[in-house]
């Protein structure tokens, strides 16, 4: 049936067909005489899926051997995105697998369109998650993810007339060929209740009698490393009604409820929260966050205490990320575990919590800050409330000993937030019981020691490190750009840059080689003519591969400022339009692409997609424009949208007010892919102009210690005249929908301008004429691409692991041997 060799499933095109037809028969069951596109896909994933699960099984194993520290890394989203092309690329089978299928007639790259994408996440914070899981995997650390395997993932973005409408993502319709499910691994998960003291073996102790009970039950994804055999692990929990019988139902004949009853178990994970903006304080959304938390936890001590028997080694073996303060209930669920369950004392409980977990924020916004009502805590969570205000009451004691009775101080930094209605700060309690505290940028750690956390970092100033973000050159470059792969590796005449990135500085030599800027250029034109495809397919648009595709895709967000974006076309529209004859000759053509999903109750970012639609409308049909401009709106933006459309891409937008974004990350993506960045000088944008220079950017507006003081005076400055007049516009209905953009006006003007759109516009569009005079000059611009990929090799994800890996976890690699 399979060739073996040493164990291992062959690779060669043959043996792949061989099982390809196996699990068409066998698993797909179809004859092997007649099955399409899509059951010929299942079969390949599923052949797929055998060799990844041999590289955990030896993986796994090895780590059990050498019994590494390892790191667990907590989130509650993943944006993984497609699986089957990131996985041949990683098991080096992509061209086996191609010639395979070819042979049974059948196009690799048809099938693996066949595959939907696994959204289970929102954003940046999601999608940076998938990518470390890579970077983790290939640079061989023992390490683990662990999430929540979300039946519905993030909506479908469906455009009506320019509207942003929201559908379920079913994405479980067709199965999963990518996961493992463990019945085997299941936990029981408690709820509610009430907590009585007990005297056990002659010690007071507490016990949480829980109201509810649910089961959790594991899910695996393995995650293979490139240019490794290591294959690590995705565990996501999916919430199972417990085995326990609710016998009054059924004494009471009344089934259908028991039955009812059940299946209330299974919404804990069924659907992912989409708005990554304000934390909502829900019932459900706790219920979420403590029960992969739960499960975790009680999967990470089984396995330590299968191999330890001594709870103080638990902080050599063990490294506890908490991705944000989504899991960060799990710092008190530890504690409950060793107080509780296995009878530590409070002091070596507490000792040990302090030196496992390792705590990272994403956001800047004080209201993404997460506060849980104390009631709802108290109702859904009675014992961890109680831990909680001992916490509090200990790290109170002894800050009145650092810091005296300055009260005001005292109840900024209580992980107790007072008043008509008491919440649990959970950032605060992060801080507390973590080792150590970073921001996802150099900037955006200042702001933390300096604004948002700056009474902890003046108390513990060794806590608080930044890790700049990065992403996976594997995802972001070799599968999403395989023709700009092979021009790397032909130039720097080795692939080993996939896996040591740092060798992409070598193109630098190359920047202005005249040969090396024909086939730069000639790639670019290939991805343009795939993405101008896509877009005309999506939106009817044809658009010219010269104009200078210009694109800002990311989550629809007032402080990512797409409405500046949108100013900007209708005053280039409205220059054009007024513009002599002679004068049209010279304006560089532009096709202005944006995309992304706006939270479905977040009003102004659904109307910025709206008018985004309403001024398309208008340029798109006026034939006096032609193709000197055109506006697009791609919908249902996700992981695979990205892929297709970076690649494409020449000019990218990141916009953001200074001071606001965390770090950003789609920026990396197109460094890597040689697109050029329009941007402030915002999140991790800071270091991205010292490693390529701002020579080779169109940096413009305020800078981070700028803002506050613009907006103090911000309502007593008139804004430029270009900016009202462009608002001004949209207000009086030139593009219809008069009433319905009245309030998105209403944001930027009449002092009101929180987001600086009119103070930063003149910048911004000296910044995009800046841009149009370099696409002008090609080799020039050519060369701003070249060293754009070149310097992007600092924000790879290898790069950001390898840091907290050395810095914060204190985990070394463990290979699995060749
Ligand atoms: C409570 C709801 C919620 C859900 C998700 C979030 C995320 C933290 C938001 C997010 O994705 N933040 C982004 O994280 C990226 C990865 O670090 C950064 O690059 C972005 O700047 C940051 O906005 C906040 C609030």
């Given at each position: 049936m399979f060739e073996l060799m040493d164990g291992f499933l062959k690779n060669d095109p043959v043996s792949l067909q061989k099982d390809i037809l196996h699990h068409v028969e066998?698993?797909?069951?179809?004859?092997r005489f007649s099955f399409d596109d899509f059951e010929a896909y299942q079969a390949l994933s599923h052949s797929v899926r055998d060799r990844l699960i041999e590289r955990w099984h030896d993986t796994q194993q090895h780590f059990k051997k050498k019994d590494p520290k390892r790191l667990y890394f907590l989130s509650?989203?993943?944006?993984?995105?497609?699986s089957l092309s990131n996985s041949v690329i990683n098991l080096g089978i992509k061209d086996q697998c191609a010639e395979a299928l070819s042979q049974l007639g059948f196009e690799y790259e048809v099938l693996a369109e066949q595959e939907g994408d696994a959204a289970l996440g929102n954003g940046g914070l999601a999608r940076l998650s998938a990518c470390q899981m890579d970077s983790l995997a290939t640079l061989d650390f023992p390490a683990w993810g662990y999430g929540l395997r979300y039946q519905y993932g993030l909506f479908r973005q469906i455009i009506i007339d320019g509207f942003q409408h929201e559908q379920p993502d079913y994405w479980l319709n067709f199965g999963n060929p990518w996961e493992i499910e463990r019945v085997h691994v299941s936990y029981p998960v408690k709820f509610y209740g009430s907590v009585k003291e007990e005297v056990v073996n002659g010690k007071k102790c507490k016990v949480w009698i829980p109201g509810e009970t649910v089961e959790a039950v594991a899910y695996d994804n393995p995650i293979p490393g490139y240019g490794t055999r290591n294959t690590i692990n995705l565990r996501l929990w999916a919430a199972k009604p417990s085995e326990g019988l609710d016998i009054e139902s059924y004494n009471t004949g009344d089934y259908i409820n028991a039955i009812v009853n059940r299946q209330k178990?299974?919404?804990?994970?069924?659907?992912?929260?989409?708005?990554?903006?304000?934390?909502?304080?829900k019932e459900l959304r706790l219920k979420q966050q403590y029960f992969f938390v739960s499960a975790s936890l009680q999967d990470i001590v089984r396995r330590f205490k299968d191999m330890h028997?001594?709870?103080?080694e638990f902080p050599d073996k063990v490294a506890l990320q908490l991705n944000?303060?989504?899991?960060?209930i799990s710092v008190v669920e530890l504690m409950r575990m060793l107080l509780?369950?296995?009878?530590?004392s409070w002091k070596r409980s507490w000792n040990i919590v302090c030196k496992v977990f390792t705590f990272t924020t994403h956001t800047?916004?004080?209201?993404?800050l997460e506060k849980v009502p104390m009631d709802l805590f108290e109702t859904v969570l009675p014992r961890h409330l109680q831990i909680i205000y001992d916490i509090n009451f200990a790290f109170m004691e002894e800050l009145k000993n650092k810091i005296g009775k300055d009260y005001v101080r005292l109840s900024r930094m209580s992980i107790v937030e007072e008043g008509a209605v008491k919440n649990i700060r959970m950032a605060n309690l992060s801080i507390v019981c973590s080792h150590t505290v970073n921001g996802v940028s150099r900037a955006h750690s200042e702001l933390l020691k300096t604004r948002v956390f700056m009474d902890f970092y003046e108390l513990w100033p060794e806590k608080f490190q930044y890790k700049t973000n990065g992403v996976t050159q594997?995802?972001?470059?070799?599968?999403?750009?395989p023709s700009l792969c092979a021009l790397i590796s032909k130039w720097l005449r080795t692939e080993s840059w996939i896996h040591?990135?740092?060798?992409?500085?070598?193109l630098k030599n190359h920047a202005s080689n005249p040969e090396l800027q024909h086939e730069w250029k000639m790639v670019k034109k290939i991805n343009k003519m795939r993405l101008a495809e896509y877009i005309e397919t999506m939106s009817g648009v044809k658009v010219s591969l010269d104009a200078m595709f210009d694109v800002q895709i990311k989550r629809i967000h007032e402080y990512k400022r797409q409405f500046l974006n949108i100013l900007g076309v209708i005053h280039r529209y409205d220059c054009i339009k007024n513009m002599e004859e002679s004068d049209r000759r010279k304006v560089v053509p532009r096709v202005c692409i944006i995309g992304g999903k706006a939270p479905p109750g977040y009003e102004i970012a659904k109307k910025i997609i709206k008018l985004c639609h309403a001024v398309a409308e208008k340029i798109n049909n006026d034939t006096d424009i032609g193709d000197l401009l055109k506006l697009v709106f791609i919908p249902d933006y996700n992981v695979s949208v990205a892929e297709l459309v970076i690649p494409g891409s020449d000019l990218s937008q990141h916009?953001?007010?200074?001071?606001?974004?965390?770090?950003?990350?789609g920026s990396m993506k197109f460094l890597m892919n040689g697109c050029l960045l329009l941007a402030t000088a915002d999140g991790s944008t800071n270091e991205i102009i010292e490693e390529i220079g701002a020579e080779n950017m169109f940096i413009f507006g305020a800078k981070m210690n700028e803002v506050p003081k613009l907006r103090e005076k911000e309502s007593t400055i008139k804004a430029p005249l270009q900016f009202r007049r462009v608002v001004r516009m949209v207000r009086d209905g030139y593009f219809g929908f008069k009433d319905y953009f009245k309030s998105l006006c209403d944001t930027v003007e009449n002092g009101k301008d929180f987001y600086l759109l009119g103070s930063d516009f003149t910048s911004y569009l000296e910044a995009q004429a800046a841009a149009d005079r370099a696409y002008v000059d090609k080799e020039k611009w050519c060369k701003m691409s070249v060293l754009s990929t070149a310097g992007?090799?600092?924000?790879s994800s290898d790069r950001t692991i390898e840091d907290y890996a050395e810095k914060t976890w204190g985990i070394k690699p463990c290979k699995l041997p060749l």
């Open positions: 066998y698993t797909v069951a179809r004859s509650l989203e993943f944006l993984m995105g497609r178990a299974e919404i804990i994970s069924n659907v992912l929260y989409p708005d990554d903006r304000s934390y909502q304080g028997n001594n709870f103080d944000d303060t989504h899991p960060s509780d369950e296995e009878h530590l800047v916004l004080p209201e993404a594997r995802r972001w470059i070799v599968v999403s750009n040591d990135v740092d060798l992409l500085t070598h916009i953001s007010t200074a001071g606001h974004e965390a770090s950003g990350t992007s090799g600092r924000f």
